[in-house]
């Protein structure tokens, strides 16, 4: 199968579905985006129109991208070859749409979940039916520049399914890299560390937020820890944060700082709602 052929299935019109979707059609994959949130369908549509319609933009690989995406609130008629979920990161959302996509799709249509912390075989207990087509493909955000991608397979995901998700990753140009089914993958594993010794050194004075990012920028990284929290989303970093303490049973070099759990409370996530630890409006 072509990737001119492929029928992709997105769930979530979020930053990353958006994303994932603007990917596949960049590369001739025909895309329908759900999401119940008819703003956050139009935000996405703006989205994606101003990307691959910029007339200098590397996106600009297939011009005629438009008549191959459809939006709605459900899936309705529309039959995919891969469905790849990208609704935040929680079971109370997860668990009942993977149950409802196991029940309404055959065995032959592969089940992805774009789970950044979650472990694919807590996905799978719920998808009953047929848990060997289930499995994880974590994109990174921003998604088209970006090329790495996690494919990770569950206790129960069939032999057939890893194979199949390379070759897909590779079609829409990005570096597919296998993952073992723990706590946060490989990279939200090694990133936790990171975001989570900058907030303690932070708040026990050692070190200030805009010297920390300074230093680690200086030495090469291509963002400094809380500004890289302020683009992910302050909340989404602490839900994984929260996810892989949780299935470590509580180990204490994940254990979330309070520090972003202040942020969430006063509204500021970061650059999507204008303020962080940095300001932005």
């Known amino acids: 199968m072509t ?10 019109a979020g930053t990353m579905g958006r994303g994932i979707a603007q990917v596949a059609l960049r590369h001739g994959s025909t895309v329908h985006l759900v999401d119940p949130n008819e703003a956050q369908r139009v935000s996405a549509y703006n989205a994606i129109e101003k990307r691959l ?7 600009l690989c297939h011009p005629d991208w438009q008549p191959r995406l459809t939006m709605g609130a459900d899936w309705d008629d529309f039959r995919p070859s891969w469905v790849i979920e990208a609704v935040p990161e929680t079971m109370d959302l997860k668990g009942p749409l993977f149950r409802r996509l196991d029940e309404e799709f055959g065995p032959e249509i592969w089940l992805a979940s774009n789970t ?4 694919v075989t807590e996905v799978q207990g719920v998808a009953k039916n047929f ?8 994109f990174f ?35 597919p890299v296998i993952a073992p089914d723990r706590p946060g993958f490989l990279v939200n594993r090694v990133a936790r560390p990171y975001y989570l010794e900058a907030l303690r050194m932070m ?3 050692v070190v ?29 970093n602490f839900a994984v944060t929260e996810s892989v303490f949780t299935q470590t049973f509580y180990d204490a070099r994940y254990r979330p700082h309070r520090l972003q759990q202040q942020k969430i409370r006063l509204g500021q996530l970061g650059r999507k709602s204008g303020r962080g630890f940095y300001r932005y409006d």
């Open 3 to 12: 990737s001119s052929s492929r029928h992709v299935l997105v769930i979530g």
């Open 53 to 59: 319609n910029r007339p200098s933009s590397s996106d």
């Open 116 to 119: 950044s912390s979650i472990a």
């Open 131 to 138: 848990p060997e087509r289930v499995g994880g493909l974590h």
């Open 141 to 175: 955000n921003p998604v088209p520049r970006m090329a790495l991608v996690e494919v990770i397979a569950g206790m129960a995901t069939g032999p057939g399914y890893a194979a199949a998700a390379m070759s897909l990753v590779r079609e829409w140009g990005k570096d």
């Open 203 to 205: 708040d026990d004075g």
């Open 208 to 236: 200030s937020l805009e010297t920390c990012d300074e230093i680690f920028e200086g030495a090469g990284f291509p963002m400094g820890p809380f500004r890289l929290m302020d683009l992910v989303g302050i909340d989404v």
